[in-house]
C-alpha cells in the first residue's frame, strides 16, 4: 500500500507541475511532463488491477487528468491561432511595405 500511495503522490506532483507549466504557457515544460503521465499512470493501474488501490482516488486523478488535457489542448489550439494570426499581419505589413517601395521607386523624376 505505501508503494500505491508513492504513486498517486507522484502522480499528484506531476498534475501540479503540469498545472503550471500550463498557467506558463511553458510548451516546452508541458511536452517535457506529458511524456511522464503514462509512466506514472501505468504502475497506478498495476495496483489497481492488483487490489492495492481504491477504485475511486485512480479514477478521481484520471478524471482530473483529462481535465487537465482538454485544458492544455484547448490553450495550446489558441496559442496555435495567436502565432497563425501573428504571421498573417507579419505577411500582410511586409506586402505593403513591398508594395510602397515599388510604387516610391517607380515615380517619374
Known amino acids: 500500500m505505501a508503494d500505491a ?7 499528484d506532483q506531476l498534475m ?11 510548451w516546452e515544460a508541458m511536452t517535457s511532463l506529458n511524456e511522464q503521465v503514462k509512466p506514472a499512470v501505468e504502475p497506478l493501474m498495476a495496483a489497481l488491477e492488483a487490489g492495492e488501490l481504491e477504485a475511486e482516488p485512480v479514477r478521481l486523478r484520471l478524471q482530473e487528468l ?27 505589413n511586409r506586402s505593403a511595405a ?12
Open 16 to 26: 501540479a507541475d503540469l498545472g503550471r507549466a500550463l498557467a506558463d504557457k511553458d
Open 66 to 92: 483529462q481535465q487537465f488535457i482538454d485544458a492544455a489542448d484547448e490553450s495550446a489550439r489558441i496559442a496555435r491561432k495567436e502565432a497563425e494570426d501573428g504571421l498573417k499581419g507579419v505577411n500582410r
Open 98 to 109: 513591398k508594395a510602397y517601395q515599388n510604387v516610391s521607386s517607380n515615380r517619374p523624376k
Open 5 to 11: 500511495q508513492a504513486h498517486l503522490d507522484h502522480l
